[in-house]
């Protein structure tokens, strides 16, 4: 915001509060109410008003609450944003940036990852950090990008990863996935709160003497079909690992990509490690019992081995 | 091409005119076969988007719905883009990606092109507002929208944020009576829409929509105020959709008598009365426009019936910029 005047940002309790989970802090001191706001309960109001924003030469960002809310603000993002550039050859950059996913006991409405929803929309670029350093890159680039950007924040690592980030301002690329882990025997495909937990279990695996390569995806629209495509190829044994539900989800189009591309390389069925067809629930032990964990990945990826 | 000279009555009388040539023209293309999509009726609508755009200054930005095709024409969008459009060609404003008045827009005009989903143009104009108001520069947004779309959330949505922060904006809510077949009394309980306005806190002013000078008048009003700093307001413009929904809709749930009733306030033929009253306008001089709209109609036509329909092999270009 200081090196680029026209980024604003605007959404619910962002100013004087800080956001709901304080990643907007100390923002509204230093830039003020006028780029800083606090607006009413209107997710579509405010979703559309970025569009016309972005139209006129601004950069908005807007923050939705939880990405569970994204759904009441969820038109102007797929049927304006997402079209426009096709139609009317404008850029449009927009950053829509929620915080994600599960792990907190927030029950249905406050844990969903909706990516899928935005991928499967033509138009939309859709971005998962993983990490902290990766999360201020991919934010930059997003921001500096000329399409709308759908940036979802796994909560459940705001509080439980750490990490070195620079000071200095830098950018990790949109649409490239960075091999997290380097393996040869079983390659896990995952991105956003999973990645942790993906490299847990590789961890855990090198006792049984099996080697994972981790890809954390980071974009997960457009998604990055080399570094998939080389992934499967190097070991032939595919793990893919969600938060988010099976079922047409962001694993199934991994899935088809490597099938249709590098099925003569694989060695096995790829298999899914996700959450299932359920709504999340907010009891403890169903949503320990609802949401992929580092356990999983080893019994899984041990069938895959031993196939 | 852009008119600002309020008092031009001939400008005024030359754009409506114009508007309903380019409309009459668009229905004959579509029965000759030559569109393949749809054609939405301007006819009664057009005091409304011509009085509103003509109110505007060049600076600022209008974002229409399907039945301101005036707003395009006086904004400077050419009979013939709007043909080609409809026609499906590659030189139209969406290079053949979009239909009709939809995704119609051209940001060097000041138009945003709209989706079919109303009022969501109502927050896109609430955002090139909010840019005017951030950058200090006197610039109005203005937009249109239906007395159908003032049911949806996104309608008190937007009146609610644009009052809040105190956006320089222009509504028009075009009240036509019908919501594709749904009539007023099963699209709103209240009276009269404009009360939607004093809920929201900003001003409400109702125009006869069929009066292009009571419509630039009050568009004048509400403009200047924005301008000023002074914030939103919205236009409730009444008037009487003639035709049907689309092109292959007859209408035959309006009823004749209702249809009758405003048959009579034609916004043009009634315009056209009280100039020749005035003696503004005189049988040379509306000769001369019908001679020259023809012109421009069967230009715009020609250009467009000769502009290639896109290639097959740009499909995919252009989904991200």
Redesign the interface.
């Given at each position: 915001m200081k090196a680029d005047d026209t980024v604003?940002i605007l959404g619910q309790d962002i100013g004087v509060l800080g956001g709901a989970f304080q990643a907007t802090a100390g923002l509204f001191d230093e830039f003020g109410r006028?780029r800083v706001?606090d607006?009413?309960m209107?997710e579509?109001?405010?979703?559309?008003?970025?569009?016309?924003?972005?139209?006129?030469?601004?950069r908005?960002i807007v923050e939705f609450q939880f990405a569970d809310f994204i759904s009441t603000g969820f038109?102007?993002i797929v049927?304006?944003a997402a079209?426009h550039?096709?139609?009317?050859?404008?850029?449009?950059p927009i950053v829509f940036r929620a915080p994600w996913g599960g792990g907190s006991y927030a029950g249905p409405f406050h844990s969903q990852c909706p990516e899928a929803w935005f991928a499967h929309t033509?138009?939309l670029?859709v971005v998962i950090p993983s990490n902290p350093h990766d999360a201020k890159g991919l934010l930059i680039s997003a921001i500096r990008d000329?399409?709308p950007v759908i940036f979802f924040e796994p909560k459940f690592l705001y509080r439980s990863q750490r990490g070195d980030v620079p000071s200095d301002s830098y950018t990790v690329d949109l649409g490239l996935a960075d091999v997290a882990l380097a393996g040869t025997d079983i390659s896990i495909i995952t991105y956003g709160a999973m990645v942790p937990e993906a490299i847990a279990a590789a961890k855990t695996l090198t006792k049984s003497s099996i080697s994972c390569e981790v890809i954390d995806l980071r974009t997960i629209s457009p998604l990055d079909r080399e570094s998939i495509l080389a992934t499967a190829k190097k070991t032939g044994k595919v793990l893919i690992l969600h938060e988010a539900r099976k079922t047409a989800g962001i694993g199934a189009e991994i899935a088809a990509i490597i099938s249709e591309n590098a099925f003569e390389y694989l060695d096995a069925p790829i298999k899914r490690v996700t959450a299932p067809d359920t709504p999340v629930p907010y009891s403890p032990p169903l949503e320990n019992a609802y949401r992929p964990n580092s356990d999983n990945v080893v019994h899984a990826a041990k069938e895959l081995y031993y196939f | 091409m852009f008119e600002s000279d309020k008092t031009d009555h001939i400008k005024l009388l030359y754009w409506m005119m114009l508007t309903r040539a380019v409309d009459d023209r668009s229905v004959s293309l579509a029965k000759l076969g030559k569109i393949p999509g749809t054609i939405f009726s301007q006819k009664g609508h057009e005091a409304i988007s011509v009085g509103a755009a003509c109110a505007l200054s060049e600076i600022d930005?209008i974002?229409p719905m399907h039945r301101d095709l005036g707003a395009y024409l006086v904004r400077g969008m050419t009979p013939g883009r709007i043909f080609s459009q409809a026609m499906a060609r590659v030189t139209s404003?969406?290079?053949g990606?979009?239909v009709n008045t939809h995704?119609m827009?051209d940001?060097e005009l000041g138009i945003?092109?709209y989706?079919?989903?109303l009022p969501?143009?109502?927050?896109?104009?609430?955002?090139?507002?909010?840019?005017?108001q951030?950058r200090n520069e006197p610039r109005v947004?203005l937009t249109f929208t239906g007395d159908g779309a003032s049911s949806e959330?996104?309608f008190s949505?937007?009146l609610?944020?644009a009052a809040?922060?105190k956006l320089p904006i222009v509504f028009i809510l075009e009240d036509n009576q019908y919501a594709y077949s749904t009539p007023s009394k099963y699209q709103y309980a209240i009276t009269d829409l404009v009360a939607r306005a004093t809920a929201f806190g900003l001003p409400g002013v109702t125009v006869a929509g069929n009066n292009v000078l009571d419509v630039q008048t009050a568009s004048t009003e509400a403009i200047d105020r924005a301008r000023r700093g002074d914030g939103p307001t919205l236009i409730k413009a009444n008037t009487m959709r003639m035709e049907g929904h689309a092109l292959h809709d007859s209408a035959k749930y309006v009823p004749t008598d209702l249809l009758n009733k405003w048959r009579e306030k034609d916004p043009i033929v009634n315009y056209k009365s009280l100039l020749y009253e005035k003696e503004l306008l005189d049988e040379q001089t509306e000769k001369s426009l019908i001679k020259q709209i023809d012109k421009e109609i069967s230009a715009g036509v020609l250009w467009a019936e000769k502009s290639p329909f896109p290639d097959p092999a740009t499909l995919t270009e252009?989904?991200?910029?």
């Open positions: 604003f006028k706001i607006t009413p209107c579509y109001a405010f979703s559309g008003l970025a569009s016309g924003a972005a139209l006129m030469g601004l908005p038109d102007p049927q304006f079209t550039h096709y139609r009317q050859k404008n850029p449009l033509a138009g670029k000329p399409n | 930005v974002a404003p969406s290079q990606r979009d995704g827009g940001i945003i092109g989706v079919s989903h969501q143009l109502m927050t896109v104009a609430l955002g090139a507002a909010f840019s005017f951030y947004a959330g996104a949505e937007s609610n944020l809040v922060l252009g989904v991200y910029a």
